[in-house]
């Protein structure tokens, strides 16, 4: 299943397997994502490798994970979704961000970039 065949699907399923699977996390990003993916997420460009080191310390941190997709849309090869993203602590408490994205799919239905603003929402 590739961000373009369920862009709705893709997002509520990328965080679960890469931030709480049991799979490698090269795999998991790989199976959404082309080779040469960037993500720009609050005017930080993150690279294939910079991703790849950002999830194994996530996965130790991370309890539980639940995305509830606002909106979510594909156009040829663009893509938008607004979207919130909610992590809960292995410590306690959780963490929720708002997420705006935008991107650019390959011809094979994976992204192959991402620009993403996010905002934390403060919990209540």
Same mark, same amino acid.
């Given at each position: 299943?590739?961000?373009? +065949?369920?862009?709705?699907?893709?997002?509520?399923?990328?965080?679960?397997?890469?931030?709480?699977?049991?799979?490698?996390?090269?795999?998991?990003?790989?199976?959404?994502?082309?080779?040469d993916y960037e993500m720009v997420n609050?005017?930080?460009?993150?690279?294939?490798?910079?991703?790849?080191?950002?999830?194994?310390?996530?996965?130790?941190?991370?309890?539980?994970?639940?995305?509830?997709?606002?909106?979510?849309l594909v156009d040829g090869d663009q893509? +938008?979704?607004?979207?919130?993203?909610?992590?809960?602590?292995?410590?306690?408490?959780?963490?929720?961000?708002?997420?705006?994205?935008?991107?650019?799919?390959?011809?094979?239905?994976?992204?192959?970039?991402?620009?993403?603003?996010?905002?934390?929402?403060?919990?209540?």
């Amino acid at each position: 299943m590739t961000p373009r +065949a369920d862009l709705s699907g893709y997002l509520t399923r990328y965080p679960r397997e890469a931030g709480l699977g049991e799979e490698d996390p090269a795999t998991v990003l790989d199976r959404y994502h082309t080779p040469d993916y960037e993500m720009v997420n609050d005017g930080v460009r993150l690279d294939r490798q910079r991703l790849l080191d950002h999830m194994r310390p996530a996965r130790k941190r991370v309890a539980g994970v639940r995305v509830e997709v606002e909106q979510a849309l594909v156009d040829g090869d663009q893509v +938008a979704a607004r979207y919130r993203l909610v992590a809960e602590m292995r410590k306690g408490g959780a963490v929720v961000t708002e997420i705006y994205m935008f991107g650019e799919l390959a011809a094979d239905g994976r992204l192959r970039r991402a620009v993403q603003i996010t905002r934390p929402i403060p919990s209540e």
